[in-house]
């Protein structure tokens, strides 16, 4: 009995103890609760706020469509296509490891790869990652068949950048390839998956070319899908940018040239305007507009025919003898020869214990310096060259602009070189020998020239004035409006006597008009020709003399052919060099050229004709 009564007074306190313990642990973790509560809207609540609107609203991005580039005429060079990318915001996959491996296969990608790109530390949370650009039609179709196998991946449309005419303008125009860490770092607008000039005129003209992105605020579903627009802001399409190129004379030029590695340039000599611009061989820029491969980019750069290289402004060639009109300038302006002077041609001359040759093994007799010109007699400039020193020929070829970049705004433009005593003791810490001189007065030994500065050099001796190359002619808002025009640049006068001008503008007409010039093949009827041929060696003779079919490919001379036309009111200047060619300037870069002419003046007279039928009245039209 006195067991049950303590048993019956000690049960309630043991009650007691449990309920007190029980509310003890509600309070706990109401506070607990609580404390998470506050955590999470107050110390985080934006964060937290932001992350569930991105679980249901995202800020999609809308790519603006880069300008269109036009040649001078309107016709389209560069333009803009549609584009299925696959996408992938990491965050909404389910299972990231399993959609990567799924997303791979499918679209026959490195999973390695493609899981590097998902886990990237440094891309801001739902941002969209672009895995793959210019989906075919069949890989669209797997993405969308198998949907529900890749929760957080999407299709999306986006502007990319097309070359219709693929490398026929590919060293001028340049392309584009996606942005890199280094350019997020100079301008923070962009962002990664983004693409941006790399190269030529897709580079110099990023500003225009751009546009402005637009946005749309977008609802989702739980697997990232698309479900509608709740509101959006228009992109701003790029500007258009006008070629100083015209895209017909683009192509006779390519034609001329064909499959032989050198390259064309064709400028106004009247304003600096840049009218073709052909290398060969050359590249497709659609390749880096999609994203080049591995294997192809690889295969770029280890050919050896540096497809990359623009040579009209990057390639230094020994110029040959195209170099003589500017010695016979200096020569005329020195006083050391005059217009009656003459010099006998036996086939050569001996200088020291070396015996240099003319290119005629039987010489060319008693010649003057236009004949000197004309059938480009070697012995006539070296004599000349003993008479007036390396020095004061390197000041008159500076004088033409060589031996510094023209100023064209292509990247990487090389200098030529246009060696003097000083030169040469600064580079090799050597004294410069006279038999030096007499190679430079052929435009051989030291020196080089691009084919862009020899044309330039040639359009000053046709007009007395030389000016900066360039390829824009305008840039004009995606209305139609002039924003920025691009006005001709004057830079230097060639201040010679005009008795030294008529002189070698003679000579240089009768290089193609008269039967005894070198360059006779570049002709074109109705119109009147000056020009001059080159025939640069790459590789000392020695005694012998080969035809150019006996030597190895890359033994052969290269060929030059420089040329105005009309060779009294010049429009057009023409420089062409073919590599390792089968002949000499006169024999092949000469017709090239003279097909090139051929080409613009029938143009010519066709835009006048059709302008002259639109511009008659009505009246004039029925009589």
């Not at 299972?95 to 998902?118: C, G, I, K, Q, Y």
């Not at 150019?548 to 052969?556: E, F, G, I, V």
């Not at 009309?566 to 060099?577: F, K, M, R, S, T």
């Not at 090239?592 to 613009?600: K, P, S």
Request: charged share 25%.
């Amino acid at each position: 009995m006195a067991w049950t009564t303590l048993q019956q007074r000690e049960a309630p306190n043991l009650l007691r103890w449990r309920i007190q313990w029980t509310f003890g642990i509600a309070i706990i973790g109401f506070a607990g609760l609580l404390a998470r509560l506050w955590y999470l809207q107050v110390l985080h609540g934006e964060e937290m706020r932001a992350l569930a609107e991105n679980n249901r609203i995202r800020l999609h991005r809308v790519q603006a469509t880069r300008g269109t580039v036009v040649d001078r005429y309107g016709r389209v060079v560069i333009d803009s296509r549609p584009s299925f990318d696959a996408v992938l915001v990491p965050e909404d996959a389910r299972d990231l490891p399993t959609t990567v491996e799924n997303l791979a296969s499918l679209l026959a990608m490195n999973s390695a790869e493609l899981r590097a790109l998902a886990q990237d530390k440094g891309r801001p949370p739902f941002q969209e990652i672009v895995v793959k650009r210019d989906l075919t039609f069949d890989e669209v179709a797997a993405i969308e068949t198998h949907q529900w196998d890749l929760p957080g991946v999407s299709l999306q449309i986006t502007p990319r950048r097309s070359y219709p005419h693929g490398p026929l303008l590919a060293h001028v125009t340049g392309y584009v390839g996606e942005v890199s860490r280094q350019d997020l770092r100079s301008d923070p607008s962009y962002r990664m998956g983004d693409m941006i000039g790399k190269s030529g005129l897709e580079r110099r003209w990023e500003p225009f070319l751009r546009g402005v992105d637009g946005g749309q605020q977008v609802e989702v579903d739980s697997l990232g899908r698309r479900l509608r627009v709740l509101s959006e802001v228009a992109e701003i399409p790029g500007h258009t940018v006008k070629l100083t190129i015209d895209l017909d004379l683009q192509m006779a030029a390519h034609r001329a040239l064909g499959e032989r590695d050198g390259a064309v340039v064709a400028l106004d000599p009247r304003n600096g305007e840049i009218l073709a611009m052909v290398n060969h061989p050359s590249f497709d820029p659609n390749l880096f507009a999609r994203g080049v491969r591995a294997a192809e980019w690889q295969a770029l750069i280890s050919d050896r025919a540096r497809p990359l290289m623009n040579r009209a402004i990057q390639g230094q060639y020994p110029p040959g003898s195209t170099f003589k009109f500017i010695v016979a300038a200096a020569a005329l302006e020195e006083g050391v020869v005059n217009p009656f002077t003459h010099v006998f041609c036996p086939g050569g001359m001996p200088f020291g214990n070396h015996y240099f040759r003319c290119w005629r093994k039987g010489g060319h007799g008693s010649v003057d310096v236009h004949e000197a010109l004309v059938q480009s007699c070697d012995t006539f400039f070296y004599q000349v060259a003993q008479r007036l020193g390396v020095d004061v020929i390197a000041a008159y070829a500076r004088r033409f602009g060589l031996g510094a970049p023209t100023g064209i705004e292509l990247g990487h433009e090389r200098s030529g070189t246009i060696p003097d005593s000083q030169w040469k003791l600064r580079r090799f810490r050597q004294p410069w020998y006279a038999g030096e001189t007499l190679s430079v007065s052929i435009g051989q030994g030291y020196v080089t020239a691009t084919p862009l500065q020899m044309a330039n050099a040639l359009a000053m001796l046709a007009t007395g004035r030389r000016y900066r190359p360039h390829f824009v002619l305008q840039v004009e808002s995606p209305e139609g409006e002039v924003v920025q025009r691009e006005e001709p640049e004057e830079v230097a006068r060639l201040d010679l006597r005009p008795t030294t001008l008529k002189q070698i503008r003679d000579a240089l007409r009768d290089v193609v008009e008269s039967e005894r010039g070198t360059g006779k093949k570049a002709r074109v009827q109705g119109i009147q020709v000056a020009g001059k041929t080159g025939t640069a060696q790459v590789v000392k003779m020695g005694k012998e003399r080969l035809k150019s079919h006996q030597l190895p490919k890359h033994h052969r001379d290269h060929a030059w052919f420089v040329a105005y036309a009309p060779a009294d009111e010049p429009e057009i200047v023409v420089a062409a060099i073919v590599e390792h060619a089968d002949g000499g300037g006169g024999q092949v870069a000469a017709p090239l050229v003279g097909e090139v002419l051929a080409e613009y003046f029938s143009r010519r007279e066709k835009r006048e004709r059709q302008e002259y039928a639109q511009n008659r009245s009505p009246s004039d039209r029925s009589l």
